[in-house]
């Protein structure tokens, strides 16, 4: 069964930083492109940032300049640095992965991000 372990999140004020960690199996983070989604309240889920096993990223419009995600092979582990945090942040932020062999797509359990203004 994968697994991917989050860790990060929580409550800071408008204009801080938070990081977001998510670890994954060798094997899992070797083949997949990984990266976060998050889903406030009321909203769908959407993409924030994602990152390939060549470092190519991608990050949504709304975070770009504040947010960097970037990848530590050495211990399978992706990372969200976010910065300049704003109260539109908050949600629930999702660590996923998918294999670009499959496609096979699995999902991390959620960590909350909350920014209070």
């Known amino acids: 069964q994968i697994q991917l372990v989050e860790s990060g999140g929580g409550l800071v004020q408008a204009g801080g930083s938070l990081r977001l960690s998510c670890a994954a199996s060798?094997?899992?983070?070797?083949?997949?492109?990984m990266g976060w989604y998050r889903q406030a309240p009321g909203k769908q889920r959407e993409l924030v940032a994602e990152i390939t096993p060549r470092r190519m990223t991608t990050y949504a419009d709304s975070i770009k300049g504040r947010f960097t995600i970037s990848r530590d092979n050495a211990k399978n582990t992706v990372y969200l640095q976010m910065n300049s945090l704003k109260p539109d942040d908050t949600a629930v932020y999702f660590c996923?992965?998918?294999?670009?062999?499959?496609?096979?797509?699995?999902w991390g359990q959620g960590t909350q991000v909350t920014v209070s203004a």
């Open positions: 996923y992965s998918e294999s670009l062999f499959n496609k096979n797509r699995e």
């Open positions: 060798e094997i899992v983070y070797k083949v997949s492109k």
